[in-house]
């Protein structure tokens, strides 16, 4: 029983590993990629793309069927600074119909060059590459956990209990960087770190059993 | 660092697991509620087959394995011995619903649809069959535990 249970333990290590083979080389592809793209992105003359466009929209309001005192129609028009683009909302009144009033909604962009959003491209393409590489540091930790795994003779060994630490510290930072980039929904891998560190103290009083059944022996 | 002093650090962490666990079940659930909700009252549910089946078939499975990681923490802060053959079960459960759930979200969606269908172009979602391996393995050395565990008791 115990021999079949370490058996079995190797052998999952062993198709882990060949699984992390996988997702390094996709993790790789990534860097490469978003490196290139970054690069590409950052060298692309500021005004060799530009963008201008408008939108019309009918927005159909019948007040009757609001609450009079808390619901009110403000006409007019503003102009917004976004992305070193002028960009301007109107909101008129146009007719009236059986259905409700009719509102007549148009926007319209500016010329928009792409030096306006290049920053966040580059940006985002940096940061892609970054992401991957906290991923490949994970993966390369979770592969010699894998390893040690695999030719273990007891899933308590020293070797394995380090391996698995060193694997839940290249965590914390990809824990860290999707709390900083989605927030809450982030907070999944935050606790599955959580759960790495739980089972390695799980783990070192795996060991301390180990200890006794070894000086038993 | 002796094993009285691992014991009682085990059962601190995982009474705190236990009640995030139980949170992120909540959590979970709440989702799956709120969304199915809003698409039955605003009946867009046949527009939004593919994020139904999505909120569903994922939902629905981190809410089960959060309920049971839950329960498998409560099980250890009261017990102070993290191997057992409950353990095993609760890991082997989790194991296998994260296994269902590579999958779940696509057949979910064909049934919705009538039709074979797949959300990202692929049967099994390799995001979930991951930590399903990896949960299975942690179940094995758990199992391995349970023995030297056994072992240990028959000694004292």
């Known amino acids: 029983m115990k021999d079949q249970t370490i058996r079995n333990i190797n052998d999952l290590g062993k198709v882990s590993r060949i699984i992390i083979i996988f997702f390094k080389i996709f993790a790789i592809v990534g860097i490469v990629c978003s490196l290139t793209g970054g690069i590409i992105a950052a060298v692309i003359p500021g005004d060799s793309i530009q963008m201008r466009g408008s939108a019309e929209a009918d927005v159909i309001v019948d007040l009757d069927k609001l609450p009079g005192k808390v619901f009110s129609v403000?006409?007019?028009?503003?102009?917004?600074?976004?992305?070193?683009?002028?960009?301007?909302?109107?909101?008129?009144?146009?007719?009236?119909?059986?259905?409700?009033?009719?509102?007549?909604?148009?926007?319209?962009?500016?010329?928009?060059?792409?030096?306006?959003?290049k920053p966040l491209i580059v940006l985002g393409l940096f940061g892609m590459a970054v992401f991957c590489t906290l991923v490949l540091i994970a993966l390369i930790f979770g592969q010699k956990l894998a390893k040690a795994l695999s030719v273990c003779d007891s899933p308590f060994e020293e070797k394995v209990i380090k391996a698995m630490m060193n694997f839940g510290k290249s965590l914390i930072p990809m824990a860290v960087f999707f709390v900083l980039l989605y927030g809450l929904s982030g907070v999944g891998t935050a606790l599955a770190v959580l759960v790495v560190i739980l089972f390695i103290q799980i783990f070192k009083y795996g060991a301390k059993l180990q200890q006794e059944s070894d000086e038993t022996l | 660092m002796k094993k009285v002093t691992a014991i009682s650090k085990i059962k601190e962490n995982s009474t705190a697991m236990s009640v995030l666990m139980a949170v992120l079940?909540?959590?979970?659930?709440?989702?799956?509620?709120?969304?199915?909700?809003?698409?039955?009252?605003?009946?867009?549910?046949?527009?939004?087959?593919?994020?139904?089946?999505?909120?569903?078939?994922?939902?629905?499975?981190?809410?089960?394995?959060?309920?049971?990681?839950?329960?498998?923490?409560?099980?250890?802060?009261?017990?102070?011995?993290?191997?057992?053959?409950?353990?095993?079960?609760c890991l082997k459960n989790i194991a296998f619903l994260l296994f269902i759930g590579s999958f779940l979200p696509n057949i979910l969606l064909s049934l919705f649809s009538g039709k074979y269908e797949t959300i990202n172009d692929s049967f099994i979602e390799i995001s979930m069959l991951v930590p399903s391996v990896i949960v299975f393995c942690a179940a094995e050395a758990f199992n391995y535990g349970v023995i030297l565990q056994q072992e240990s008791d028959e000694t004292v």
Request: aromatic share 10%.
């Open chain 1, 74 to 117: 403000d006409e007019g028009s503003d102009s917004i600074n976004l992305f070193g683009t002028d960009l301007s909302i109107s909101f008129k009144e146009n007719e009236k119909t059986d259905e409700g009033t009719v509102y007549k909604m148009n926007a319209s962009a500016g010329k928009m060059k792409y030096s306006h959003l």
């Open chain 2, 25 to 89: 079940g909540l959590l979970c659930l709440g989702a799956c509620a709120m969304g199915l909700g809003d698409s039955l009252y605003h009946s867009t549910f046949t527009e939004k087959k593919e994020e139904m089946a999505s909120l569903l078939g994922t939902g629905l499975i981190f809410a089960a394995c959060a309920f049971i990681a839950a329960y498998l923490f409560i099980r250890i802060s009261r017990t102070g011995t993290p191997f057992s053959d409950t353990s095993v079960k």
